[in-house]
């Protein structure tokens, strides 16, 4: 019984430590360095407690086995957690087929979203280009008004540090 509770513990710690691992580089890449410094702190010591067990019996494959299951499920975790809490700020870029969609811009600022519209020239004449800040939870209400309004819209999203300025709203689901 024991044995097995012990390749249960490496397991649950080697998930705990690389989900933490994952939220921390999310909060390093966006400049949050006390959340930052404060999850590493846990992490690091789920870590060493986990490994030493690991290296104190090389002899039992088993607990080998708990620590690398974990490292892959503390991966999928992280990235699940981290998907779900969506911190940060994107800069969305919608290409219409379709020139002039107010009814598209007139939808996206009515649901709260910032629209700095372009005009641009595709292969096929003119275009319209929308630049739109948002949060990253909102992703999916932009994506879902653009594509009621316009299913061919082409839409590219980058990860964003705004400096300042623009128009950020907290768009309710």
Do not use: W
């Not at 020139?99 to 598209?104: A, I, K, Q």
């Not at 932009?142 to 316009?150: I, R």
């Amino acid at each position: 019984m024991s044995l097995i509770f012990s390749y249960v513990i490496i397991f649950m710690a080697r998930v705990m430590d690389v989900t933490l691992a994952t939220i921390r580089t999310l909060m390093v890449v966006q400049g949050r360095k006390v959340q930052a410094a404060a999850i590493g702190f846990f992490e690091v010591g789920i870590y060493v407690t986990a490994l030493s067990s690991v290296v104190s019996s090389l002899d039992d494959p088993l607990k080998l086995f708990a620590y690398c299951l974990g490292f892959a499920t503390g991966n999928f975790v992280g990235i699940t957690i981290e998907n779900k809490i969506a911190l940060g700020n994107l800069s969305a870029q919608i290409i219409l087929k379709n020139s002039e969609n107010h009814d598209l811009v007139d939808s996206l600022r009515e649901h709260g979203f910032g629209v700095t519209i372009i005009r641009g020239e595709g292969i096929n004449g003119p275009k319209e280009v929308l630049n739109i800040a948002l949060n990253r939870k909102d992703l999916n209400n932009l994506k879902k008004l653009v594509y009621e309004h316009e299913a061919d819209a082409f839409i590219t999203v980058n990860n964003i540090n705004p400096i300042s300025g623009g128009y950020f709203s907290n768009i309710k689901k």
